[in-house]
């Protein structure tokens, strides 16, 4: 255990730990996590940086009205909208290897009186401050878009609770992969969090985006190396962090209005479709992106039958109808989340130069 302020990593069932040896708490840990159950749970979280710069991470934690299960693929693409995000709020075009982990599904909180789900983003190669975070949080809740993904799944915390701020502020760090929370009284059990998706991500995911199933790591030798490769990368840093300085309370995120998920963007009309498409030249969007896009142009009042033409004529589908269902299922889903910023980072991941006024022009654009 520790002393005073020197520890590393807190338990949740009490006591704090200053372990330095990364060496042997690494063996130990992949040889002894699979024995520890929830009634015999050691979980261990490592200590939040404050306001030191650290590898980034996240915790998107979902209250559900019922027990349903979210399919890993909604979260890998939630994730990937995230990342659309962060890399316009850090102006960036790197590489970034990214680790999601979830549990296997929904557990009962009681005291929330709802089931509890949701997962953990790590990107072990970039490194941020809580100021980036804050940044980072703020774009989010001002998007909206990756909100929409869970509609179906009758969420019932808003995004500015299913973001945890605890986390984004750095107060907090994450439970590690593979330890169990105590079972509770009245609480229903859990399974521990496992590495349901990694991948390298730049713009898209680099491989596909087939989920990993629960228990992956013990398939063969070579996927077992694997796994303790993804657990130093995503807790090596713990052990030579410095927090033995005076850490000042890290920044909470600036007061922001609560995003409503049934906020409609401006209708007005004002995009320049062609222009846009003029601009995608012969880059092909994700299916996602040119989904946001057909909905973008439902939103803002475009025509339906002069879209899917001018959307067909670029890309030559194989359906020529694909377009149409698009914008209709858009008219159906209610008012449009996606908003300039979605349209303006499609084009800035093909580094697009492009006239702003042109883009979103401030009358109704006639085709």
């Known amino acids: 255990h520790s002393e005073k302020e020197k520890y590393n990593f807190v338990s949740l069932r009490g006591g704090k730990f200053n372990i330095s040896d990364s060496d042997t708490f690494f063996k130990l840990f992949c040889r002894d996590y699979v024995k520890l159950s929830q009634t015999n749970a050691f979980p261990l979280v490592f200590r939040g940086p404050r306001e030191k710069l650290t590898p980034f991470y996240l915790d998107v934690d979902l209250e559900l009205e019922e027990d349903v299960s979210i399919p890993t693929g909604v979260f890998i693409e939630m994730t990937h909208q995230f990342l659309l995000i962060l890399k316009e709020v850090l102006q960036t075009n790197e590489v970034w290897k990214v680790i999601i982990s979830r549990r296997t599904g929904s557990y009962w909180k009681d005291n929330l009186r709802c089931f509890k789900n949701g997962f953990h983003v790590l990107i072990p190669n970039l490194r941020v401050t809580p100021d980036v975070m804050t940044r980072f949080r703020t774009a989010l809740l001002a998007d909206g878009y990756w909100y929409t993904l ?163 004529d670029h890309c030559s589908p194989k359906d020529l109808h694909e377009n149409e269902r698009m914008f209709e299922h858009a008219e159906a889903t209610g008012p449009c989340l996606v908003g300039k910023g979605s349209i303006v980072r499609m084009l800035r991941s093909f580094q697009v130069d492009f006239d702003n006024s042109k883009l979103f022009p401030g009358e109704i654009y006639k085709y």
Request: proline residues 7%; glycine residues 6%; contains cysteine.
């Open 150 to 312: 869970l509609r179906e799944f009758k969420i019932r915390n808003k995004p500015e609770s299913v973001i945890d701020v605890a986390i984004t502020a750095r107060r907090n760090g994450l439970l590690l992969l593979g330890l169990n929370k105590l079972l509770e009284k009245k609480n229903g059990p859990c399974s521990a969090h496992y590495v349901c998706y990694f991948d390298t991500w730049r713009s898209i995911w680099f491989g596909n985006t087939e989920p990993r199933s629960f228990g992956w790591q013990f398939e063969n030798k070579t996927k077992n190396e694997d796994y303790k490769e993804i657990l130093k990368m995503a807790y090596g840093w713990v052990f030579g962090h410095d927090y033995s300085k005076t850490e000042v309370p890290a920044p909470v995120s600036a007061p922001i209005s609560p995003v409503s998920p049934v906020s409609p963007v401006s209708t007005e009309g004002t995009f320049n479709l062609p222009y846009f498409l003029q601009l995608l030249g012969n880059n092909t969007l994700p299916h996602t992106e040119w989904k946001q896009l057909v909905a973008f142009c439902k939103g803002h009042g475009l025509n339906k039958t002069e879209t899917c033409k001018l959307l067909n």
